[in-house]
Structures are given as structure tokens and as C-alpha cells.
């Protein structure tokens, strides 16, 4: 099994980036999906979840209406969207399934 990230970086506040989880080794889309961020000296925390067939998603309340997290099947990739992004939402952002985890993707937003 392996998770690979991208799209992270540095953002001003109020801005946007897409980040994105390549999978492979598994049937992707037999299995929900989250995304899970770090911030420096705090437990890691649930962003976001969907569903196997992308039918239900759920998601952190300190992101809902910013965040959006899809997935593509044929692609074996999950995505999230964020947009409105606050200086609180730095972090490593992981993405995840099961005990599975990627090597994470840095978001930084300052100005």
C-alpha cells in the first residue's frame, strides 16, 4: 500500500490550494478515504472523510463550508480542496486508510 501526497505549500490567508493523495497497492475504491492534519505541537486531528463510492462525506467542523474533499476512482486519487485558508490551518496534512498513512504534505498560510 502506498499514499503518496502533493499540493502542499505556502498560501496568504484567504487563499486556496488543492491538495492531492495518489494511492496504490490496494482497490482504491473498495475503501473510504480521510485526510488527517498535524500542527506543530498538537495531536493529529480528523479533516475530512468520504465514502468508498463518494456518496458521503464528513468533515471537521472547524473546516466545513472551506474545505472539500472528492475523489477520482479511475485515478486512484483523493483530493481536498481549501479554500479560505486561515494562518490556524498550518499543518502537515496526511492522507489516510485504515493504518495506512502517506508521508505527509506541508500547508503554510501567512502573509
Known amino acids: 500500500v502506498r499514499l503518496v501526497e502533493s499540493g502542499g505549500g505556502l498560501v496568504q490567508p484567504g487563499g486556496s490550494l488543492r491538495l492531492s493523495c495518489a494511492a496504490s497497492?490496494?482497490?482504491?475504491?473498495?475503501?473510504?478515504m480521510s485526510w488527517y492534519r498535524q500542527a506543530p505541537g498538537k495531536e493529529r486531528e480528523l479533516v475530512a472523510f468520504?465514502?468508498?463510492?463518494?456518496?458521503?462525506?464528513n468533515y471537521a467542523d472547524s473546516v466545513k463550508g472551506r474545505f472539500t474533499i472528492s475523489r477520482n476512482n479511475v485515478k486512484n486519487t483523493v483530493y481536498l480542496q481549501m479554500n479560505s485558508l486561515k494562518p490556524e490551518d498550518t499543518a502537515v496534512y496526511y492522507c489516510?486508510?485504515?493504518?495506512?498513512w502517506g508521508q505527509g504534505t506541508q500547508v503554510t498560510v501567512s502573509s
Open positions: 489516510n486508510r485504515k493504518s495506512q
Open positions: 497497492g490496494f482497490t482504491f475504491s473498495s475503501y473510504g
Open positions: 468520504i465514502s468508498s463510492g463518494g456518496a458521503t462525506t
